[in-house]
T-cell receptor
Protein backbone atom coordinates (compact mmCIF):
# COMPACT_ATOMS: atom_id res chain seq x y z
CA UNK A 1 0.00 0.00 0.00
CA UNK A 2 1.25 3.45 -0.85
CA UNK A 3 1.12 6.08 1.81
CA UNK A 4 2.73 8.19 4.47
CA UNK A 5 3.69 6.83 7.86
CA UNK A 6 4.58 8.77 10.96
CA UNK A 7 6.01 7.33 14.12
CA UNK A 8 5.46 7.22 16.95
CA UNK A 9 1.77 8.10 17.27
CA UNK A 10 2.29 9.47 20.79
CA UNK A 11 5.54 10.87 22.13
CA UNK A 12 6.43 12.20 25.54
CA UNK A 13 9.55 14.09 26.40
CA UNK A 14 10.96 16.03 29.30
CA UNK A 15 11.75 19.68 29.06
CA UNK A 16 15.24 20.33 27.75
CA UNK A 17 15.39 17.20 25.60
CA UNK A 18 15.54 17.05 21.83
CA UNK A 19 13.20 14.60 20.11
CA UNK A 20 12.95 13.39 16.51
CA UNK A 21 9.69 12.63 14.73
CA UNK A 22 9.77 10.23 11.83
CA UNK A 23 8.01 10.65 8.47
CA UNK A 24 8.31 8.15 5.64
CA UNK A 25 6.49 8.01 2.28
CA UNK A 26 6.47 5.44 -0.49
CA UNK A 27 4.51 7.55 -2.97
CA UNK A 28 7.67 8.55 -4.86
CA UNK A 29 6.88 12.18 -4.07
CA UNK A 30 9.58 14.80 -4.37
CA UNK A 31 8.12 17.34 -1.94
CA UNK A 32 7.57 16.83 1.78
CA UNK A 33 6.26 19.07 4.54
CA UNK A 34 5.94 19.37 8.30
CA UNK A 35 3.01 21.16 9.91
CA UNK A 36 2.09 21.90 13.47
CA UNK A 37 -1.53 21.88 14.66
CA UNK A 38 -2.71 23.41 17.92
CA UNK A 39 -6.25 23.01 19.30
CA UNK A 40 -8.79 25.12 17.46
CA UNK A 41 -6.25 26.31 14.93
CA UNK A 42 -5.38 25.53 11.38
CA UNK A 43 -2.11 24.04 10.27
CA UNK A 44 1.07 26.07 10.36
CA UNK A 45 4.02 25.18 8.19
CA UNK A 46 7.29 24.41 9.96
CA UNK A 47 9.61 23.26 7.15
CA UNK A 48 9.26 21.96 3.63
CA UNK A 49 11.51 20.19 1.18
CA UNK A 50 11.15 20.38 -2.58
CA UNK A 51 13.73 17.72 -3.32
CA UNK A 52 16.39 15.58 -1.68
CA UNK A 53 19.12 17.53 0.12
CA UNK A 54 17.09 20.72 0.00
CA UNK A 55 14.72 22.21 2.56
CA UNK A 56 13.30 25.61 3.42
CA UNK A 57 11.91 27.26 6.54
CA UNK A 58 8.20 27.67 6.82
CA UNK A 59 6.30 30.13 8.97
CA UNK A 60 7.32 28.77 12.38
CA UNK A 61 10.75 27.13 11.94
CA UNK A 62 12.35 28.45 15.13
CA UNK A 63 13.24 25.63 17.52
CA UNK A 64 12.94 22.94 14.84
CA UNK A 65 15.37 21.28 12.44
CA UNK A 66 15.00 18.84 9.54
CA UNK A 67 17.04 16.79 7.12
CA UNK A 68 16.27 15.29 3.73
CA UNK A 69 18.96 12.75 2.95
CA UNK A 70 16.58 10.31 1.24
CA UNK A 71 13.59 10.91 -0.97
CA UNK A 72 11.37 8.76 1.23
CA UNK A 73 12.26 10.30 4.57
CA UNK A 74 11.91 13.75 6.16
CA UNK A 75 12.55 13.59 9.93
CA UNK A 76 11.75 16.56 12.16
CA UNK A 77 13.75 17.32 15.30
CA UNK A 78 12.08 19.37 18.00
CA UNK A 79 14.88 20.99 19.92
CA UNK A 80 14.98 22.29 23.46
CA UNK A 81 14.92 25.79 21.97
CA UNK A 82 11.28 25.34 20.96
CA UNK A 83 9.39 27.21 23.68
CA UNK A 84 6.04 25.47 23.44
CA UNK A 85 6.50 22.13 21.68
CA UNK A 86 3.37 20.32 22.89
CA UNK A 87 1.25 19.94 19.75
CA UNK A 88 0.04 17.60 17.04
CA UNK A 89 2.58 17.28 14.21
CA UNK A 90 1.56 16.36 10.70
CA UNK A 91 3.76 15.33 7.82
CA UNK A 92 2.62 15.60 4.21
CA UNK A 93 4.00 14.93 0.76
CA UNK A 94 3.20 15.90 -2.81
CA UNK A 95 4.51 15.03 -6.24
CA UNK A 96 5.83 18.56 -6.68
CA UNK A 97 5.80 21.69 -4.63
CA UNK A 98 2.42 22.98 -5.83
CA UNK A 99 0.72 19.61 -6.24
CA UNK A 100 -1.94 18.06 -4.06
CA UNK A 101 -0.68 17.24 -0.59
CA UNK A 102 -1.38 13.96 1.18
CA UNK A 103 -1.04 13.66 4.93
CA UNK A 104 0.25 11.13 7.39
CA UNK A 105 -1.65 10.13 10.56
CA UNK A 106 0.24 12.56 12.79
CA UNK A 107 2.32 12.42 15.97
CA UNK A 108 1.09 13.91 19.22
CA UNK A 109 4.02 15.30 21.19
CA UNK A 110 3.61 16.11 24.87
CA UNK A 111 6.33 17.82 26.86
CA UNK A 112 6.23 16.98 30.56
CA UNK B 1 -0.05 36.21 1.30
CA UNK B 2 -3.21 34.20 1.30
CA UNK B 3 -5.68 34.35 4.18
CA UNK B 4 -8.36 31.72 4.50
CA UNK B 5 -11.28 32.03 6.91
CA UNK B 6 -13.92 29.59 8.08
CA UNK B 7 -16.60 29.57 10.72
CA UNK B 8 -15.57 27.40 13.66
CA UNK B 9 -18.68 25.29 14.32
CA UNK B 10 -21.64 23.80 12.48
CA UNK B 11 -24.33 21.43 13.81
CA UNK B 12 -26.82 19.59 11.63
CA UNK B 13 -29.34 16.78 12.03
CA UNK B 14 -28.59 13.40 10.52
CA UNK B 15 -30.04 13.21 7.02
CA UNK B 16 -29.95 16.99 6.47
CA UNK B 17 -27.51 18.75 4.17
CA UNK B 18 -24.46 20.49 5.61
CA UNK B 19 -22.90 23.57 4.05
CA UNK B 20 -19.43 24.59 5.20
CA UNK B 21 -18.22 27.97 4.02
CA UNK B 22 -14.80 29.41 3.40
CA UNK B 23 -13.53 32.79 2.20
CA UNK B 24 -10.10 33.53 0.86
CA UNK B 25 -8.24 36.69 0.04
CA UNK B 26 -5.95 35.81 -2.84
CA UNK B 27 -7.76 35.97 -6.14
CA UNK B 28 -4.87 34.23 -7.88
CA UNK B 29 -5.41 31.00 -5.95
CA UNK B 30 -5.29 28.21 -8.47
CA UNK B 31 -6.48 25.19 -6.51
CA UNK B 32 -8.80 25.15 -3.54
CA UNK B 33 -9.03 22.05 -1.39
CA UNK B 34 -11.26 20.50 1.22
CA UNK B 35 -9.73 18.18 3.81
CA UNK B 36 -11.45 16.19 6.56
CA UNK B 37 -9.86 15.45 9.93
CA UNK B 38 -11.33 12.92 12.32
CA UNK B 39 -10.30 13.04 16.01
CA UNK B 40 -6.64 12.20 16.54
CA UNK B 41 -6.04 11.54 12.85
CA UNK B 42 -4.30 13.15 9.92
CA UNK B 43 -6.01 15.09 7.14
CA UNK B 44 -7.89 13.21 4.47
CA UNK B 45 -8.25 14.85 1.08
CA UNK B 46 -11.95 15.07 0.21
CA UNK B 47 -11.98 17.03 -3.00
CA UNK B 48 -10.52 20.00 -4.75
CA UNK B 49 -11.57 22.50 -7.37
CA UNK B 50 -9.55 24.35 -9.93
CA UNK B 51 -10.06 28.09 -10.03
CA UNK B 52 -11.52 28.08 -13.53
CA UNK B 53 -14.43 25.91 -12.37
CA UNK B 54 -17.63 27.00 -10.63
CA UNK B 55 -18.82 23.70 -9.32
CA UNK B 56 -17.62 20.17 -8.78
CA UNK B 57 -19.72 17.23 -7.63
CA UNK B 58 -18.45 13.96 -6.24
CA UNK B 59 -21.13 11.63 -4.85
CA UNK B 60 -22.52 13.36 -1.72
CA UNK B 61 -20.07 16.25 -1.95
CA UNK B 62 -20.64 19.44 -3.94
CA UNK B 63 -18.07 22.21 -4.08
CA UNK B 64 -19.16 25.66 -5.20
CA UNK B 65 -16.70 28.41 -6.04
CA UNK B 66 -17.67 32.07 -6.36
CA UNK B 67 -14.54 33.75 -7.65
CA UNK B 68 -16.04 37.22 -7.59
CA UNK B 69 -16.75 37.01 -3.86
CA UNK B 70 -13.76 34.72 -3.16
CA UNK B 71 -16.12 32.29 -1.51
CA UNK B 72 -15.86 28.52 -1.44
CA UNK B 73 -18.42 26.13 0.00
CA UNK B 74 -18.66 22.40 0.62
CA UNK B 75 -22.10 20.85 0.67
CA UNK B 76 -22.55 17.37 2.12
CA UNK B 77 -25.86 15.78 1.16
CA UNK B 78 -27.64 13.35 3.50
CA UNK B 79 -25.19 14.03 6.33
CA UNK B 80 -24.35 11.00 8.45
CA UNK B 81 -22.85 10.67 11.93
CA UNK B 82 -19.64 9.47 10.30
CA UNK B 83 -19.33 12.89 8.70
CA UNK B 84 -18.70 14.44 12.12
CA UNK B 85 -15.17 15.85 11.87
CA UNK B 86 -13.20 19.03 11.32
CA UNK B 87 -13.23 20.29 7.75
CA UNK B 88 -10.40 22.46 6.46
CA UNK B 89 -10.35 24.50 3.32
CA UNK B 90 -6.98 25.38 1.85
CA UNK B 91 -5.69 27.25 -1.14
CA UNK B 92 -2.57 27.43 -3.23
CA UNK B 93 -1.17 30.56 -4.73
CA UNK B 94 0.50 30.68 -8.11
CA UNK B 95 2.69 33.51 -6.92
CA UNK B 96 3.98 31.59 -3.92
CA UNK B 97 6.85 29.15 -4.24
CA UNK B 98 5.26 27.11 -1.56
CA UNK B 99 2.20 25.46 -0.64
CA UNK B 100 -1.12 25.49 1.06
CA UNK B 101 -2.65 28.09 3.31
CA UNK B 102 -5.23 26.52 5.63
CA UNK B 103 -8.30 27.91 7.28
CA UNK B 104 -8.76 27.26 11.00
CA UNK B 105 -11.22 24.45 10.34
CA UNK B 106 -14.96 23.99 10.87
CA UNK B 107 -16.07 21.44 13.46
CA UNK B 108 -19.11 19.65 12.02
CA UNK B 109 -21.31 17.89 14.55
CA UNK B 110 -24.05 15.61 13.25
CA UNK B 111 -26.89 15.13 15.69
CA UNK B 112 -29.03 11.96 15.64
Amino acid sequence: DGGITQSPKYLFRKEGQNVTLSCEQNLNHDAMYWYRQDPGQGLRLIYYSQIVNDFQKGDIAEGYSVSREKKESFPLTVTSAQKNPTAFYLCASSAGLRDTQYFGPGTRLTVL
Amino acid sequence: GEDVEQSLFLSVREGDSSVINCTYTDSSSTYLYWYKQEPGAGLQLLTYIFSNMDMKQDQRLTVLLNKKDKHLSLRIADTQTGDSAIYFCAGTNVGSARQLTFGSGTQLTVLP
